[in-house]
Structures are given as C-alpha cells and as structure tokens.
C-alpha cells in the first residue's frame, strides 16, 4: 500500500501530462473536418481511413523510418568507439570522459543546430575547407537537405548512445579481454570474439532507444531539412499549425504513438529471448 | 634447470608514493610451483600480471627459458592465465572457453575437439561440456579456467588467487587438486595468494613479499622455520614476540633473564625476538635446554589436536603448543612448570 503511495505522484504527472493530452488527441482525431476546414464534432473513423489510405502518408513513414534507422545506427556506431575509449582510460579520467560523451544534451538542440549551419553552410567550416584545398568549386549541399539532417540528427542521437552504452559496457569485466589476450587472441580477435558478442545487448538496446527518439525527432528535420524533409513529426506540425486540419494531425500522431507501442513491444520481446 | 627469471622488475602507477613493485628478482626452475605470498598490496598479483605481460614493467625483465619476452604482448606470451575472478566467456559453453586458446592458435578441428575432451577429462568436467558458466557452481567454473589455461600447453601457468572465491569447505580439496594436477602436467607455475596455509602447502618455493619487494625466497620449510627478516616471521606463522637487547653475540637479554640465541646483531642493539609455539616445549625434571625458564601457566585452549599453554615466564608471555597427550599438556590453569627451547629456534630481529 505504502509502495503504491510513493508511485502517486509519477501517476499523477503521467496522467495529466501525458494520458489526458493524449486521450484528448484522440478524442480529436475522431472529429470531421468540414469541406471548409472547419474541425466539427464527429465520432468517425474518416479521417484514420483518409491519412490511411494517402501514399503521401506511407512515404512519411518510409522516410521516417529509415531517417530513424540509419542515424540510430550511425550514432550507435559512433558511439561505441568513444565508449570503448572511455572504458580504457584510467579510472580517474572516466567520470570527465563520460560527461564530456553526454555533455551535447546541456546544449539546447537548437542551439547545436545553429551550430551545424555554421559548419555545415554553403560557407561553412566544411565548405570553406574543401575549397580552401582545392577539392571542389562549387559548395557541397551539406544542409537543408536529407544529408544535414542526418548528420544533425546523428550528432543529436549519440549523447543518448553513448549513456545506454556506458552503463551496458560498465558491467563488461575487463578480466573477459585480459582472458583472450592471455589465450593468444589479438587486439581484433578479441575484439570480435568477445567485447562485441558481450556488447551486443547494450548495442541493441542504444540503437532502439536512438531509433524510438529518432522517430520523433521534430526540430533536427525541421531546422535542418530546410523545408525540404518531411518526416511524420514535421506533417503533424503542419497539419495542425499550417493547414490548421487538426482531426488529420491527431490522426498521424495517434498512428505515430501505436507505431511506436508496437516498436517498444517488440524491443521487450527482443530482450527477454536475448537474455534467455 | 631455470625456467623462469625475474630480474629487477619495478612498477609503479601513476599518483602513488611508493611502487607497487620495486626491484622483484626471482628464479624458478622448471616444473616447480611458486607461491607469491603477502598481504593486500604488496605487489604479488602486480609481479604475476608483468609476468603474463598485462602490465607492463617500468623496467627489470622476464625471461623465460632463457628468452626475454619483457617487450611480447600477452596474446604472443603463451601463459595460461587463472584469474581470480575466473574470467570464464559467459557466452560460451566450457567447452567453447576451453577450445578458445587452441583456435586462436589455428588448431585444427579435429585436434582442437580432441584436446578440448582431454582439458575437460583433466578437470574431471568431461560431462559439463556444453553448459554455459552460468550454470556452473563456483568450484566447476575454477576447474574450466584450469582446463582453459592447460589446453593451449602453457610455458608457465599463473593463477591468481585461485582459491579465493571458493566457500572454505571446497578450498582444501581444490588446494589439493590443483597441486595433483600441477604435478602431473609437470607445469612451472606461479601462484598468488594472501593465505600462508596455503602457499605452504602446495609450493615448493615460496616469495614471501611485503611493500612491492620479496622479502624472503625459499623453500616452504626454510620460511616457515628460518624467515629471514621481521616482517616474514610475523607474516608466515605464528610467534611469541618478545623485546630485548643483545649483551654478547648469542645472549639476548629480555625482560629479567638472558636467552640464548643461534644468532645476533651487535651487542647494544635493541632487538625483538620471535619464537614459535611449536619449538617450546615443557621440560620433565631433570631435563635441560639451552633456555629453560620457570612459567605458570595464564590460559589453556584446547583446540581438539593441540592445546596451548599461555605463560608468563621472566622473558616474558610465551605460548607452548603441544598435542594431547604429551608431557605438560594436562597441566592446569596456574600450574607451574619448567619451558624450554632451543638457542636455534629463537629468531633475533632489530627492533
């Protein structure tokens, strides 16, 4: 009972900050939108069966997904290398370390996307770099494009690597690798025999936290696509601001959250038959 | 024949005063087994992972049959390791640990299946082969990181506190095992632990080291009966320490009597002497000894095969062991009777 207790007020924060918008949004998305745009109150499954049935949508979701899937991956990738450094330093540079690897999420995002333009802009640092050598002529397109977004969203991402692979690799006994190089394997050999078939857990569980976040990402694809990305995230925010259709809005967000259920399901499946 | 040399080996890690390892020179012929034997901190795991070249010496060499490996990577070393931790792959069945050092070698399948059997017949682990660490009790998972050390056929096998992280009852069994098993593979072996029952038991050379040096290098007997200096008489069994002055080379003066010793510092020197429970005995009349002292007896425990006699003497408090049945061993609280033991039996250390 008393344990039930202390739950209340996480309960209660959850339910008014996250169950009552929701079920709110669901609420919406069950309204018509009139042939003037005007949302009046309905209970119909039109507005599922319209964003259902757009190619438009589908294609948000391909984009979505795979945006999700190569910078989940690319962070994740990234992001074991710092980690393995992290792992090999002295203990007494490991807590700087750490922070240093998870310092990115002190900055605001758009800050650091203002950041990015500054490197990444015609007449960024990269640009200004790769003219200064002679390699190209003309600016590269680095932003405002699917490759800034990426690069952006990459970058935003791996913080979040970085801290589920610290604490995953943190239990790894370095005794494990000492074991194989006592054995006769290489630096490589032990590297693929048994650092990464032990990190192998802690990698699945950094790429789908990175890919869950990634899904949602909203201001990376907005700030850095330039107007030219659409991803789920950026349609909501146009359908319910631009077009002002907030029955379709909701609709996409609702499928967005169920999508992402199904993600967070799967994710506990994978983890319990990894650990069996 | 030496098999293994030590000469000079010194490390020290950053932000600390004094080096973990300062100065340790050893030999070890072949096929013996060496206890590096001391408290918490006292350098032994540090000397036995330079050895297996996890750590790398500040300077000073290993040699090993005759060829300097110093500057060799582990992976190149070819030394079966057993951490104290065991260090077993958790996402490997025994039988997969153990085949490990063989494919890293290259052996072929066929062959490497063979020594893997034979590693695992060793161990007597034939029948858990296929079962994952986890599902190993403590004493099994020991046995495979001994078959996965023996399986490459090692130039030396080190393990590291091995026994440590056995319940009690276990460890006596596994001490004599391990021995066996030493013994029948011929193997030159180094053996770190902290627990002198157990260095004195299965080795047969002892470094006792204290402070990242060794202080004494000999055989169990020799450091057991004769340490060398202070700190090995007070580390490696136990002794009544008695504070003294030396008068004339071999007599000690302590406390309101002369005891004679095999051998002193110059006279003047203040000293402290040790002498074991098991070297004083209780004298019948008519019987001598080069020091008898009259004593009373203080306290008596009775520990089943031995009983000790705590006294007070002129020298001092001294505690006889004896076992049951012998002369004295009855005697009662504040009884009195006669001690004695030998002037070669008093160890004279500078206070």
């Known amino acids: 009972m008393s344990a039930a207790l202390l739950l209340l007020p996480a309960v209660l924060i959850l339910a008014a900050g996250f169950l009552y918008p929701v079920a709110l949004l669901g609420r919406i998305s069950l309204n018509r939108t009139s042939d003037i745009g005007a949302m009046e109150p309905d209970l119909t499954l039109a507005t599922f069966e319209k964003v259902v049935g757009d190619d438009f949508t589908w294609e948000l979701a391909w984009n979505t997904a795979t945006l999700a899937a190569g910078s989940a991956l690319a962070a994740t990738a990234l992001a074991l290398p710092v980690v393995l450094l992290i792992r090999a330093a002295p203990p007494r540079w490991r807590g700087l370390l750490s922070l240093m690897a998870i310092a990115p999420l002190l900055v605001s995002g758009t800050a650091r996307i203002v950041g990015w333009l500054a490197i990444l802009g015609d007449q960024g640092l990269i640009n200004a770099m790769l003219e200064g050598l002679g390699l190209t002529s003309e600016p590269v397109r680095l932003i405002n494009n699917w490759t800034g977004v990426r690069i952006g969203l990459t970058e935003s991402l791996m913080p979040y690597a970085c801290l589920v692979l610290i604490a995953g690799l943190g239990r790894l006994d370095p005794r494990l690798e000492e074991a194989a190089a006592t054995l006769g394997a290489t630096r490589t050999k032990t590297f693929l025999r048994v650092t990464l078939p032990l990190a192998a857990p802690a990698l699945l569980a950094a790429f789908l936290l990175t890919f869950v976040l990634g899904v949602s990402a909203f201001i990376t694809p907005r700030l850095m696509g330039g107007g030219r990305v659409f991803v789920v995230a950026t349609e909501i925010f146009d359908l319910a601001l631009e077009t002002v259709d907030w029955p379709a809005a909701a609709a996409l967000a609702m499928l967005l959250l169920g999508a992402l259920a199904v993600a967070l399901v799967l994710r506990t499946a994978l983890m319990r038959s990894a650990r069996a | ?351």
């Open chain 2, 1 to 351: 024949m030496t098999h293994l040399r030590l000469e000079g080996l010194t490390r020290r890690f950053a932000g600390t005063p004094h080096p973990a390892v300062d100065g340790v020179s050893l030999e070890l012929p072949r096929g013996a087994l060496l206890a590096l034997l001391g408290p918490s901190g006292c350098g032994k795991t540090t000397t036995l992972r330079m050895i297996a070249g996890l750590e790398v010496p500040d300077t000073g060499r290993v040699v090993v049959a005759d060829r300097d490996v110093t500057a060799l990577p582990p992976h190149r070393r070819n030394m079966g390791v057993v951490f104290q931790s065991y260090a077993l792959f958790p996402h490997m069945t025994a039988a997969a640990n153990v085949a490990f050092g063989l494919e890293m070698r290259g052996i072929p399948r066929a062959e490497r299946q063979a020594r893997v059997a034979e590693a695992l017949d060793l161990v007597g682990l034939r029948d858990y082969a296929a079962r994952k660490p986890s599902k190993l009790s403590g004493g099994q998972q020991q046995r495979v990181a001994l078959a996965r050390a023996l399986a490459i056929r090692p130039d030396l096998l080190l393990l590291d506190e091995p026994l440590s992280a056995l319940d009690a009852k276990l460890r006596e069994g596994v001490r004599d095992e391990i021995r066996a098993l030493q013994q029948r593979v011929g193997a030159t072996t180094v053996f770190v632990t902290h627990d002198q029952t157990e260095a004195l038991a299965m080795a047969d050379l002892v470094a006792v080291m204290n402070e990242g040096r060794v202080e004494q290098l000999g055989t169990p007997e020799e450091v057991f009966e004769r340490p060398a200096t202070r700190f090995v008489a007070t580390f490696v069994g136990r002794a009544a320490r008695l504070p003294g002055k030396v008068e004339a080379p071999g007599v000690v003066h302590c406390g309101a009597v002369a005891v004679k010793a095999a051998a002193t510092p110059a006279p003047g020197a203040s000293v402290e002497l040790f002498i074991r429970p098991h070297h004083i005995r209780p004298l019948a009349e008519g019987h001598s000894a080069d020091n008898a002292l009259d004593a009373q007896v203080l306290r008596r425990t009775f520990t089943g095969d031995v009983v000790a006699l705590e006294c007070a003497t002129p020298a001092g408090t001294l505690t006889a062991e004896l076992h049951g049945g012998t002369p004295g061993a009855s005697a009662a609280v504040g009884s009195r009777l006669r001690l004695g033991f030998a002037a070669q039996d008093v160890r004279v250390f500078p206070a």
